[in-house]
């Protein structure tokens, strides 16, 4: 959807055999529906007090808004985070391609920024370019000028500046990191992903239970160390999913369970509300959690530490 092979031929020097490999290993993951290893309990998760801090998931979607108006991904999942049986009235944030021609560079992805924004969901920039473009290999000129229309863009719906960005392919550098905050963004990574991008044609997961539980069990690690600040009293814990997937829409309302079940299998406490309902606090929490230094050392989803060293 987004050209990520010729991408990769582009931006990375691994092998020209790294497509069939990555291909092999996404395929793998996707289709596997073999039991994982069991969740390890570490020394300092061991020693967690009894009145840890709770959690609190901060939900996030990429690349959207989806420009369809039959049976539309974005809009089932607007509609399961307003009314589902958890915690109705949910507020995420939807991280743009405000000028992909089937997102928000059309007058119906248009639209569709606007019903997130009138549901009371924060708007992020994911990109602004035609395409999925890497920041890191745009030009000085070019990146700095997407920059600008992506703010033009979601300030044209809000009214006001976004604060947050998530890097396409969580590529980022000091150069890039140095331009967000000259535009006033927070780059904001994950700590859960779904891993439903629409990337090599799986978009499905036959182990998203598995998966989210021990991606959550690392997390619990990060936390026994210390690693993870507090917001308002609990612990925001990011969540990224994609709204371009159709597979994603269909089973939101059985991921925001499974979240809730990984939190109660693990022993982490949740918030009374364990999702974010307000923008202000999410967005609050957002910019907490966001990374302001490439030196920083933070682990990306999946495959992309490895890809990017």
Excluded at 23 to 49: D, H, N, R, Y
Aim: glycine share 6%; hydrophobic share 40%.
């Amino acid at each position: 959807m987004h050209h990520v092979f010729a991408w990769f031929s582009r931006a990375t020097s691994k092998s020209t055999n790294i497509f069939g490999f990555l291909a092999t290993i996404a395929l793998l993951l996707g289709l596997s529906a073999c039991s994982v290893a069991p969740v390890s309990e570490s020394a300092a998760v061991a020693g967690l007090p009894q009145n840890q801090l709770p959690i609190r998931f901060l939900l996030t979607f990429d690349d959207g808004p989806v420009a369809t108006k039959e049976n539309s991904p974005t809009q089932s999942i607007l509609d399961d985070l307003a009314d589902n049986p958890l915690q109705p009235g949910i507020k995420a944030i939807f991280f743009l391609q405000t000028r992909a021609s089937d997102a928000g560079g059309s007058a119906l992805g248009r639209e569709f920024m606007q019903r997130e924004y009138s549901a009371g969901h924060v708007l992020g920039l994911h990109s602004a370019t035609a395409g999925h473009d890497n920041h890191r290999y745009l030009s000085p000129e070019v990146f700095t000028h997407s920059l600008d229309d992506g703010i033009a863009d979601i300030r044209a719906v809000t009214g006001s500046a976004p604060s947050l960005v998530r890097p396409p392919f969580w590529s980022y550098d000091q150069r890039t990191l140095a331009g967000y905050r000259q535009h006033g963004l927070h780059m904001l990574l994950t700590d859960l992903s779904a891993n439903d991008g629409k990337v090599w044609g799986v978009n499905f997961s036959l182990r998203r239970r598995s998966s989210m539980l021990h991606q959550l069990a690392e997390v619990r690690e990060q936390i026994a160390l210390g690693a993870l600040p507090a917001v308002d009293g609990s612990i925001p814990v990011v969540v990224t999913f994609h709204d371009i997937n159709r597979y994603t829409a269909r089973h939101m309302r059985e991921y925001l369970q499974i979240l809730a079940d990984s939190a109660r299998e693990l022993n982490m406490p949740t918030a009374a509300k364990p999702f974010y309902d307000d923008p202000a606090a999410l967005e609050r929490a957002a910019i907490a959690r966001s990374v302001g230094d490439a030196s920083q050392k933070v682990h990306l989803p999946g495959l992309w530490n490895w890809i990017w060293n």
